[in-house]
């Protein structure tokens, strides 16, 4: 759960994934997902004040369209902008000062439609990761966060990372790659579903949105879609990459995402299936916590019928370790700190970043390139998106 604020210190006038007190008074908005620990202060009366003031809330085109489907907003007030391409936004702050910053988005592997956001202005170049889950083998696919020099593909070095800490712990120090998650699930409900007929499974998530990558990677293995509650799947229809994977209709699949609370049994949806036909498959990473997670899945010691598989939409330890020595930056900021773990997330982020070779490179001079950049206007934002969260899984 994010507990940043808003503001972002070293370029004024703008917020980032939190929208009320203070940030209010902030000249553009930024929005890296549709998670709702992120929309704090997004409502009909926020988007119609972006009107009012003109001024805008930028973000990728598929949260753009999540937007449009939960709030009543002017199309002109929220802006795309593409993975990977740097973009020049402009505003005023509250003395008429006008603000130029080149921002970039670069792909976040989180859920459908999530970014990071790379700030730069004048001397200063921020990466918000918002919520994130990368490892070393997308790291060329992250255009947006190297440079070319001699024709070779290199890190940039930022003022600062506010980083994604969710599992910034030793408790979390690896987690089976998604795709390894998946075929794991889908070889128990394969196995399941060959038993009986008249079997089903539930995917018991813990959010309500969030597992849309495991509903399209699983739907394709097993050929079959995963019913939502209706209104997900309103939201879903707007997503292409969605849209054949998922139904309303109960009858139509064996596979239900649908329940409405985790502490309910039994499925639903449907009328016709009864209790000892029902598996449950619990996705979850909090659940691995100090685990050996090369397992990747296990039956419940003590709920029938039911099996765990380690899934995690954020980066392990390992993983935060590996993007913290390979993008170097000269402050970094957590974004998720509970004050029972406040210690620790420090701590461990001295311990990763004040490793000797760290040193060295944390100290050359951060040049801001100043790359082809277009100005942002009504006119110039169709999005390809998608291509390289699809890569990352
Ligand atoms: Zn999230
Ligand atoms: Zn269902």
Not at 16 to 31: C, I, K, P, T
Not at 127 to 135: E, K, S, V
Request: net charge negative; aromatic share 12%; with cysteine.
């Amino acid at each position: 759960m994010s507990t940043f604020l808003g503001l972002v210190k070293e370029i004024p006038g703008i917020s980032v994934d939190r929208f009320d007190g203070e940030n209010l008074m902030s000249s553009a908005f930024f929005l890296t997902h549709c998670h709702v620990d992120h929309m704090h202060g997004l409502s009909d009366m926020f988007f119609m004040d972006l009107d009012v003031y003109n001024k805008h809330l930028y973000c990728s085109s598929i949260t753009k369209a999540l937007l449009q489907n939960k709030f009543k907003c002017k199309n002109s007030s929220i802006k795309e902008i593409d993975i990977n391409i740097p973009v020049v936004v402009e505003y005023k702050l509250q003395n008429e000062e006008k603000i130029l910053i080149t921002v970039t988005c670069i792909s976040a592997g989180h859920c459908p439609g999530s970014v990071m956001f790379l700030f730069e202005r004048n001397n200063v170049s921020v990466l918000y990761t918002g919520d994130f889950r990368i490892n070393p083998m997308d790291y060329p696919n992250l255009k947006g966060l190297h440079y070319y020099e001699n024709s070779k593909l290199l890190p940039k070095t930022f003022t600062k990372i506010y980083l994604d800490t969710t599992f910034l712990s030793n408790d979390f120090s690896s987690f089976p790659t998604r795709k390894e998650s998946i075929v794991k699930m889908s070889s128990v409900v394969r196995a399941w579903l060959s038993e009986d007929p008249m079997n089903v499974v539930i995917l018991e998530c813990s959010a309500t949105y969030g597992s849309e990558f495991l509903f399209v990677e699983l739907s394709k293995l097993l050929n079959m879609r995963i019913h939502v509650k209706n209104y997900v799947y309103d939201s879903y229809c707007r997503i292409d990459q969605l849209l054949d994977h998922v139904t309303n209709n109960p009858y139509s699949t064996p596979i239900h995402a649908c329940k409405k609370k985790i502490s309910q049994s039994g499925l639903f949806c449907r009328h016709d299936v009864s209790d000892i036909n029902i598996l449950t498959i619990i996705p979850s990473a909090m659940k691995w916590r100090g685990r050996d997670t090369s397992v990747v899945g296990e039956w419940d010691d003590v709920k029938k019928r039911t099996f765990n598989v380690c899934y995690s939409t954020h980066s392990s330890f390992n993983e935060l370790s590996a993007f913290l020595q390979y993008f170097n930056a000269l402050e970094i900021y957590p974004c998720v700190v509970k004050p029972e773990n406040e210690i620790e997330i420090y701590s461990l982020l001295n311990e990763i970043t004040n490793k000797p070779h760290q040193r060295e490179s944390v100290k050359k001079e951060y040049k801001l390139e100043l790359p082809n950049h277009k100005v942002l206007n009504d006119h110039s934002f169709k999005s390809k998106y998608f291509s390289s969260d699809e890569d990352s899984l």
